[in-house]
């Protein structure tokens, strides 16, 4: 099982962005984590990064036919972009999307989420872990 792995503007900067709301984790750490559980579910991983709107729908558009699901954190995409909603919902991927925070018991603008009624669902406010179980979340849905 292949899965693309989506990371979305200013994650780059995790470790250093705002610690008490997003943690002490770099993208690095991150990622390495998810590579340690993917590992032992065996699937393979793909990692982007971007701050860019239109490089992320490029990803998740070379998603189709070379992946088999999609784990993304929009970041503040997730609130504004019809852009990459729509790119996930041509892809007909399996998408969870995973938030660090809590989007909800933030301010009101983050509850409002593009991307989570076309994903199979939101995971938000486990830290470092929400990637891991959005992780785990695709691979249970998708070897079924
Ligand atoms: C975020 C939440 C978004 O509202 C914010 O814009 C981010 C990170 C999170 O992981 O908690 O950049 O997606």
Do not use: W
Request: hydrophobic share 45%; charged share 15%; proline share 3%.
């Amino acid at each position: 099982m292949k899965i693309l792995v989506l990371h979305g503007p200013n994650l780059n900067l995790l470790g250093t962005r705002e610690p008490e709301v997003y943690g002490r984790l770099t993208l690095d750490d991150i990622n390495l984590n998810l590579k340690g559980l993917a590992g032992e579910l065996g699937v393979e991983l793909t990692i982007f990064q971007s701050n860019s709107e239109g490089a992320l729908v490029d990803n998740i558009q070379s998603a189709v036919g070379s992946c088999d699901g999609i784990l993304i954190n929009p970041a503040a995409y997730t609130h504004t972009s019809v852009a990459i909603r729509d790119a996930i919902a041509a892809t007909a991927l399996p998408t969870v999307e995973v938030h660090l925070s809590n989007i909800h018991s933030r301010e009101e603008f983050r509850a409002k989420s593009f991307v989570a009624p076309i994903a199979l669902g939101q995971i938000s406010g486990f830290g470092a872990d929400s990637y891991l179980l959005g992780l785990r979340a695709l691979f249970n849905h998708s070897k079924k």
